[in-house]
């Protein structure tokens, strides 16, 4: 069992986020959620709100959204914004 997953946080045109995760909080359609590692595979639709993604020894990074797709497989996830 990992302890982090890789999570990417891309818009057209730019990566948001790459890297290590510890976990993630997202605005879901339904009501905010946090993804962590090894996380059961889905996708969801996002609303407008904020990520946050807890980074390993760092502080939070919070980035904003209006919409988006997440997919996470588990030791991956790929949110598209």
Do not use: C
Request: charged share 15%; glycine share 8%; proline share 7%.
């Amino acid at each position: 069992m990992t302890n982090t997953l890789h999570l990417v946080i891309s818009s057209v045109g730019q990566n948001l986020y790459d890297g290590p995760a510890i976990s993630a909080t997202l605005p879901g359609a339904a009501g905010d959620f946090t993804i962590l590692p090894n996380h059961e595979p889905f996708v969801t639709t996002l609303k407008k709100g904020k990520i946050t993604v807890r980074i390993p020894h760092q502080e939070a990074r919070e980035i904003p959204v209006t919409s988006g797709v997440l997919e996470t497989s588990g030791t991956r996830a790929v949110v598209l914004v």
